[in-house]
């Protein structure tokens, strides 16, 4: 079955990004520095000061277009994840999209031309932790959220060029 996915809701500010934040969303999604300072790294890398960074990341995080920086790691080595699904009636869907992006424990959502249209990861520290944040995003979306579980890891590469 072929499908088509798209990063929806979060009502980001649409402007166009500077070099710097481009250059901070792009050339370090692979590659983060392993390292004790790995902003000052970046820094460096750039040819900027690694408060300028800082500031570059958190502006991106308070504007909604990066959740997190952090490692990507091997299911279920630090905590619990699992992949979850909904069927969302595609008038309601950003609005669901929007709440479930508001919860921590869920890095992105993204949408399929499908009837279970709505897809997120949720990430938190035990299989009990992930399944409240299911059962929550449940209650206070009115929608059956599926929870499908890792059942044989595979390696997907997650950087996404961003223009």
Same mark, same amino acid.
């Given at each position: 079955?072929?499908?088509?996915?798209?990063?929806?809701?979060?009502?980001?500010?649409? $402007?166009?990004?500077?070099?710097? +934040? !481009?250059?901070?969303?792009?050339?370090?999604? $692979?590659? #983060?520095?392993?390292?004790?300072?790995?902003?000052?790294?970046?820094?460096?890398?750039?040819?900027?000061?690694?408060?300028?960074?800082?500031?570059?990341? $958190?502006?991106?995080?308070? @504007?909604?277009?990066?959740?997190?920086? &952090?490692?990507?790691?091997?299911?279920?080595? !630090?905590?619990?994840?699992?992949?979850?699904?909904?069927?969302?009636? %595609?008038?309601? !869907?950003? +609005?669901?999209?929007?709440?479930?992006? &508001?919860?921590?424990?869920?890095?992105?959502?993204?949408?399929?031309?499908?009837?279970?249209?709505?897809? #997120?990861?949720?990430?938190?520290?035990? $299989?009990?932790?992930?399944?409240?944040?299911?059962?929550?995003?449940?209650?206070?979306? &009115? #929608? +059956?959220?599926?929870?499908?579980?890792?059942? @044989? %890891?595979? @390696?997907?590469?997650?950087?996404?060029?961003?223009?």
């Amino acid at each position: 079955m072929a499908a088509t996915a798209r990063q929806i809701g979060n009502g980001v500010e649409k $402007r166009a990004l500077s070099p710097l +934040e !481009l250059a901070l969303l792009n050339d370090f999604q $692979r590659d #983060f520095p392993l390292d004790p300072q790995p902003f000052a790294r970046i820094a460096e890398a750039l040819g900027v000061g690694e408060d300028e960074v800082l500031a570059v990341y $958190r502006d991106l995080m308070e @504007r909604g277009l990066v959740k997190r920086v &952090g490692p990507v790691v091997r299911p279920h080595r !630090l905590g619990w994840s699992t992949l979850a699904a909904m069927s969302v009636p %595609p008038e309601r !869907l950003a +609005e669901v999209a929007d709440l479930v992006t &508001g919860y921590d424990e869920v890095n992105h959502n993204y949408e399929r031309e499908h009837a279970v249209n709505l897809w #997120f990861v949720v990430t938190a520290a035990s $299989r009990q932790d992930v399944m409240e944040v299911l059962a929550d995003i449940a209650c206070r979306s &009115g #929608f +059956e959220v599926l929870d499908l579980p890792l059942e @044989r %890891p595979y @390696r997907v590469d997650l950087g996404f060029p961003i223009s």
